[in-house]
């Protein structure tokens, strides 16, 4: 590799970094909720919630608040990190 390529990690790779522990809550428009549900719930327009990730990228669960999304990720034995 040289100085100019980036590293390419695949995302089974991510799902096993930190032995499969790792995941990551990031703080989500109802727009992207509404996507990630689909018909299963009515998301207000207005709403501002907090997703839970797989270190992959999948989508765990979707909490009303920050806590409740760190909660979500000591019931699946999950070490969350905050994302901006």
Not at 28 to 39: R, S, V, Y
Not at 59 to 84: F, T
């Amino acid at each position: 590799m040289t100085k100019t390529e980036k590293p390419v990690i695949s995302a089974e790779d991510l799902a096993h970094l930190g032995g499969g522990v790792l995941a990551y809550v990031r703080k989500i428009e109802a727009a992207a909720a509404a996507k990630l549900l689909g018909n299963q719930m009515e998301v207000p327009p207005n709403a501002q919630l907090f997703c839970l990730y797989n270190a992959n990228g999948a989508p765990i669960s979707i909490s009303p608040n920050y806590q409740a999304a760190i909660g979500s990720a000591h019931e699946h034995e999950l070490i969350a990190a905050s994302v901006h």
